[in-house]
Nanobody, 118 residues
């Protein structure tokens, strides 16, 4: 069992930056770690992921602005968000899965709110 806790959300002006953290209760070096977000009235959407070898993949909407990194020694994954836009406002979730090819994630955090004002 892996427990994930996100932190770092808050209110920021458009064009600003935030760094979210996802701290895991267990060792995450063997997991694929993903970030998702859900805006009010919308479905949850994929933001990006980082594989065990630290390769990263991003949704087109955030590519070039967001960066995912991992520190396996600290069992923590980060989402650096730059050039934030009002449309980035959402609850951000981190998730973990063992199988990269599986669509389903095994563990989810409780989410952290990010609000970008115009």
């Amino acid at each position: 069992q892996v427990r994930l806790v996100e932190s770092g959300g808050g209110l920021v002006q458009a064009g600003g930056s935030l760094r979210l953290s996802c701290a895991a209760s267990g060792r995450i070096f063997s997991y694929v770690m993903g970030w998702f977000r859900q805006a009010p009235g919308k479905e949850r959407e994929f933001v990006g992921l980082i594989r065990r070898n630290s390769n990263t993949y991003y949704a087109e909407s955030v590519k070039g602005r967001f960066t995912i990194s991992r520190d396996n020694a600290k069992n923590t994954v980060y989402l650096q968000m730059n050039s934030l836009k009002p449309e980035d406002t959402a609850v951000y979730y981190c998730a973990a899965k063992i199988d990269y090819f599986s669509a389903a994630y095994d563990y989810w955090g409780q989410g952290t709110q990010v609000t970008v004002s115009s």
